[in-house]
């Protein structure tokens, strides 16, 4: 029970016990004053009855004697009228029934009102001459308390309603800071710190807010403590104090990541000869205050036309990394990425098209990082042996589709359903049990079963992300895949469904409409919240009011704060895949350990990905994730 409605309660129990005992005392003193009122006119009737009896009694008229006593029976209110004539005994009774208008049977039948009689003997000088005996009649007592009676119920049923709502908004004005402290303290519970609560003009209610908006201030500084440690650790790991930008390691992490996920885009490897120059010339000053200039341009110019990874990986080395694009889009970057190195080169003095160098290498089908960087050094030096100023690796493999046979392959896979899945189990750190399955489709074209890898680029390029969003959950329900297994089944979702708000209202009504939403885990990307945090913050509302759950992956990837993880509040994260290929040393160490305190310090779970081996798994063991999955348990076909 809530304190207002305790208060409320106690308020209502002593009104309660204020008005019976009040209608008890008036019941009383109006019982008792009747009663004496009867008493009286009893008296009062006896006397004068007997007085006007006495000369017709020594008379011997017994005809006037029974006038007397009818005219006084009919005009009072008696019972009973006796009258015992003495010389010859005889005896002669008035009875008038207890009969009572206006006046419930049951209120009389509680016998409020005993019997009242009064007896006295009329008398001629000392002669005797009859005993008169009157019996009040109750029903004056009973007529009189029964009207004073619910006049008292009716007056104080109106003051209880006013006392009521008097009671009611007084007491939601005075408890009014205690009911935002609530919601305040489930905020906090929630690790969601808002601003701080006002404080009351209640002294005892102004101590308690002010003792929970400094619990709130601490709690918020913890965690943003966490967070610019995050921040610090990233900055002295994975970034080079000179240009700002990531360093060797960050990218070549980055690039596991990249090359173990669904994707197409191509690294370049760029050489520039032309900052030694600058060096010799101006000094090591100039030359490093012309690298953070130059920087900031190829971040600003080169995100215009894709969305890339830059990192400084040696003195006059940068490696560029551009994901999810096609070869024309990759051709316009490095168009792009040329002019502006040239403009650099200009403002310090050298000649345009020369002293630097730029080696491409596009991801065609399944490569490794080795391969991968291998392809790009290759073309780097064939581009410095031919004097060019760029060179692009040779691939021989083929492209399987055009992109108007990915859009009609894809599109019919759609419309009919035809995709396969598999699903990765996750198991937990803690014991040998699995928390949840992550499922991944293929699809199979002619005779090629193609993976997510090679027709996920498409899909996105062709803004077909909805369309596959929805036509990948209908068919897990259709095949009932959410009652095979206890656990909860983990769907990706892409980008164009986290922004697309018609598949919020899709997704709401088919989340309702199934019994097993509470078994359906959706994974939203965090290069899709630090896009679009809004339609995040919306998606995730609507996944959470229906009984699913939602976790953000490539956790720890993006530079940049945590803070959205108060406002999304997801139920677990997944560390980015990258953070399994950085080399194992404190410093690293230390980060990770502050991404899982992050996290768990906001009670969410955490999930370490890209796990192959037990050895690799024992460098996360001391870091309390509580789960991890890979190729450690490798994914397994779903029969449908």
């Known amino acids: 029970m809530t304190l207002f409605r305790q208060i409320y309660a106690l308020l209502f129990a002593l009104f309660l016990l204020t008005i019976a005992s009040v209608a008890y005392v008036q019941f009383s003193e109006t019982q008792g004053f009747l009663t004496k009122q009867m008493e009286s006119d009893l008296n009062n009737a006896s006397n004068s009855l007997g007085l006007m009896l006495t000369p017709v009694l020594e008379s011997g008229d017994t005809a006037g004697a029974e006038t007397l006593v009818n005219v006084i029976f009919e005009g009072g209110y008696y019972q009973q009228i006796k009258l015992t004539w003495l010389v010859d005994g005889k005896q002669q009774v008035w009875n008038n029934s207890v009969k009572v208008s206006n006046v419930p049977q049951w209120f009389i039948d509680l016998n409020l009102f005993k019997s009242i009689n009064k007896q006295t003997t009329i008398t001629s000088g000392w002669l005797q001459l009859a005993t008169l ?183 006059y080395e940068f490696a560029f990394l551009v994901e999810d694009c096609e070869h024309d889009q990759l051709t316009k970057y490095l168009q792009s990425l040329i002019r502006t190195i040239n403009k650099e080169i200009s403002k310090a003095g050298c000649k345009p098209n020369e002293q630097f160098n730029i080696g491409v290498a596009e991801r065609l089908g399944q490569m490794t990082v080795s391969d991968m960087m291998a392809q790009a050094d290759n073309a780097l030096q064939q581009s410095i042996k031919e004097a060019k100023v760029f060179h692009w690796f040779e691939n021989t493999q083929q492209q399987l589709f055009t992109r108007e046979e990915w859009r009609t392959n894809l599109g019919y896979a759609i419309q009919n359903k035809k995709f396969e899945f598999r699903w990765q189990p996750i198991q937990l750190s803690a014991k040998d049990e699995i928390c949840q399955r992550e499922l991944y489709c293929q699809l199979q074209i002619a005779d090629t079963t193609l993976h997510a890898g090679q027709f996920m680029p498409y899909v996105e390029l062709l803004s077909l992300g909805t369309m596959l969003d929805r036509c990948l959950i ?160 490798p994914p397994v076909n779903v029969k449908l």
């Open 474 to 633: 209908e068919t897990v329900n259709q095949h009932r895949l959410l009652e095979r297994n206890y656990e909860r089944v983990a769907i990706n979702l892409t980008n164009q469904s986290i922004s697309d708000l018609e598949f919020h209202s899709w997704l709401k009504q088919f989340l309702r409409a199934n019994k097993y939403s509470e078994r359906i885990c959706f994974e939203i990307p965090e290069a899709s919240v630090y896009s679009d945090l809004e339609a995040c913050e919306n998606l995730c509302k609507v996944i959470r009011d229906c009984g699913a759950q939602f976790g953000i992956d490539h956790f720890g990837r993006q530079f940049g704060s945590m803070a959205y993880l108060q406002s999304l509040r997801p139920h677990y994260v997944k560390l980015d895949q990258s953070f399994a290929y950085i080399e194992d040393n404190q410093h690293n160490s230390e980060l990770c350990r502050a991404l899982v305190n992050v996290a768990k310090g906001l009670d969410i779970q955490v999930i370490v990905t890209g796990i192959q081996e037990r050895q690799q798994l024992s460098r996360f063991t001391e870091l309390r994730v509580d789960a991890y999955q890979g190729f450690i348990s």
């Open 133 to 315: 005996e009157i019996t009040a009649h109750p029903g004056f007592g009973y007529q009189e308390l029964w009207r004073i009676i619910t006049d008292i119920i009716i007056l104080f049923s109106i003051l209880f309603l006013i006392a009521i709502v008097f009671a009611r908004v007084g007491l939601s004005w005075i408890l009014k800071p205690l009911n935002t402290l609530s919601v305040h303290a489930k905020q906090i519970a929630e690790r969601q710190f808002g601003p701080d609560m006002p404080a009351p003009k209640t002294k005892e209610l102004k101590e308690l807010v002010n003792a929970f908006n400094s619990m709130s201030a601490q709690l918020k500084q913890v965690f943003n403590s966490l967070d610019e440690e995050v921040s610090a650790l990233r900055k002295k790991n994975l970034v080079d104090q000179v240009s700002g930008l990531p360093n060797r390691q960050y990218m070549v992490s980055r690039i596991n990541g990249w090359l173990s996920e669904p994707s197409t885009g191509a690294l370049y490897l760029v050489k520039m000869d032309w900052l030694e120059d600058v060096h010799s010339k101006y000094g090591f000053q100039v030359r490093d205050e012309t690298i953070r200039i130059l920087s900031e341009k190829l971040q600003q110019h080169q995100d215009e036309i894709a969305h890339s990874v830059i990192a400084r990986i040696a003195a």
